[in-house]
């Protein structure tokens, strides 16, 4: 399985406060995700990445934005937070092998934003 | 578009009895489908992934999953539960082409009974 690491796991903070979550994997995995999650619902991808350089917004409309400098390192970025933002971030990374491509997920940040 | 929905939303169990958890998908193309587990406060761990070829695959933890194309179904067995399977369980859908975006279902949470 793939290591893949997210701080902090918990953070509150003020509204207009601004906010980078970290997400970083130590397998060499091109591809990588952000997935927001809202407490008992599923998860929708917000942002992705095919590898350095590359980013892409994901289904879900999100005000936050991302940068993709190292392979390993996939830094999520709130310029202003605001209590809508409030949710569990779910960082994810993959590697296409053969046919066969599996995400696999860091513990996640809990954000309360007040 | 592509979808996975979930039916149940909750189920309980007995320990030692046996799961069946449900799971349908809509993909306008081969799916790729997997299942995730997620405890209480934590990120999603892969539980078993179907890419192609047999259609009952064998994941950890003692679950399995058999993909009915026919059916348009991914669901989830394991013979008899543990208290520690209790937690939040996401079917998700996904293609091979690009970054593979992930389509999740809304989660069954299992509680067990003891």
């Keep these: ?114 | 578009a592509q979808s996975v929905t979930q039916p149940d939303i909750h189920i309980t169990v007995s320990e030692g009895a046996s799961l069946e958890l449900r799971c349908n998908y809509s993909y306008g193309a081969t799916p790729y489908l997997f299942w995730y587990v997620q405890s209480p406060g934590q990120g999603l761990q892969l539980l078993l992934k179907y890419f192609s070829g047999d259609t009952l695959v064998q994941g950890i933890k003692g679950f399995e999953a058999e993909f009915k194309r026919s059916q348009s179904s991914f669901n989830l067995r394991k013979p008899s539960v543990h208290w520690s399977d209790a937690a939040e369980y996401f079917c998700a859908v996904g293609g091979i082409q690009g970054a593979q975006k992930l389509v999740f279902g809304q989660g069954t949470r299992l509680t067990i009974n003891p």
């Design chain 1, 1 to 114: 399985e793939a290591d893949i690491y997210q701080t902090p796991r918990y953070l509150v903070i003020g509204t207009g406060k601004k906010i980078t979550l970290e997400c970083s994997q130590t397998m060499g995995h091109d591809k990588m995700y952000w997935y927001q999650q809202d407490p008992g619902m599923e998860l929708h991808l917000i942002h992705y990445s095919y590898g350095v350089n590359s980013t892409e917004k994901g289904d879900l409309s999100s005000e936050s934005t991302v940068s993709r400098i190292r392979t390993e390192h996939f830094p999520l970025t709130l310029e202003s937070a605001r209590p809508s933002h409030t949710s569990q971030y779910l960082c994810a990374s993959s590697r296409r092998q053969g046919n066969q491509e599996t995400q696999y997920f860091g513990p996640g940040t809990r954000l309360l934003v007040l």
